[in-house]
């Protein structure tokens, strides 16, 4: 049996499969070049099947940040910063990327910060320093994307709430 990774396509062989690797899922520029490169194609033939892929509708960056944005804040629970970091890992634009964040919503934005700050306490029960828990509660969140002025401001809110 052929090993699939070693077949090379014609452009015209690759726009189908292009085509459902796009509408199967929202796709950034750069994961669908790739893609196409996998395939054997070359630059000229790349660029020229992105184009077309734009021209369809079935490839739209700004539609892939909004959507990557909703997904990893929704289900991942990310902070912008680390949905920031990954959509800048795969090449999106300055400008799609702040398109994208403007999905979060300001107070759903806090009120999961709060949430995640919360359920780490919680995990972090066993933990008797009070520095040591703060230090690794400020770590996590920090790990989870979230700004550190936010950070601090919810964690004296916490603090507040617990005295």
Known sequence: MENKRNITYTPLQAL????????YQERCHSEVSDKLFSYG?????????VTQLIED???????FA???????????????????YQLKAKRVSTYNIKSGMKA???????????????NKLDSLKKVKDSRTKSSKLYQYLLGRGFESNLIGEVLKEIKELAD
């Open 57 to 63: 509708n079935y490839l739209n960056e700004e539609r």
């Open 66 to 84: 909004r959507s990557f944005v909703n997904d990893k804040f929704r289900f991942n629970r990310w902070g912008r910063k680390k949905i920031e």
């Open 16 to 23: 189908p499969r292009i085509q459902h690797f796009c509408a």
């Open 104 to 118: 979060i919503d300001e107070d759903d934005y806090l009120a999961l910060l709060k949430k995640e700050a919360i």
């Open 41 to 49: 194609l070359n630059k000229n033939e790349v660029d020229q099947l």
